[in-house]
Nanobody
Framework: VQLQASGGGLVQAGGSLRLSCAASSGRRFSINAMNWHRQAPGKQRELVASITSGGTTNYADSVKGRFSISRDNAKNTVYLQMNGLKPEDTGVYYC????????????????WGQGTQVTVSS
């Protein structure tokens, strides 16, 4: 399984961005939770938002009311809609997901995407 993230960029404070992260594999697979994390310069990576396979969402207090996580199970893709962006939202955003693959054996997987830079100017 591979995760491919996209959608970062440079935006002014108050603006919006939408991040996407698509999972793909040559084997049959399923996805459990899908999450977005971010890492600001000089800070530890933090969980920003998560969504379960059933659609239950959870957000960091710092982004509640501004960010919205969603997923398209048919496309194996998770999205992060970011509105009202602030300079403190600047960082590298990583998607993370876990699930199962099926073949001759059933295997659990948990992976991180490559990260996409979000920069919010004041």
């Amino acid at each position: 399984v591979q995760l491919q993230a996209s959608g970062g960029g440079l935006v002014q404070a108050g603006g919006s961005l939408r991040l996407s992260c698509a999972a793909s594999s040559g084997r049959r697979f399923s996805i459990n939770a899908m999450n977005w994390h971010r890492q600001a310069p000089g800070k530890q990576r933090e969980l920003v938002a998560s969504i379960t396979s059933g659609g239950t969402t959870n957000y960091a207090d710092s982004v509640k009311g501004r960010f919205s996580i969603s997923r398209d199970n048919a496309k194996n893709t998770v999205y992060l809609q970011m509105n009202g962006l602030k300079p403190e939202d600047t960082g590298v955003y990583y998607c993370e997901a876990d699930g199962w693959t099926w073949g001759d054996t059933v295997e659990a997987w948990r992976l991180w995407g490559q990260g996409t830079q979000v920069t919010v100017s004041s």
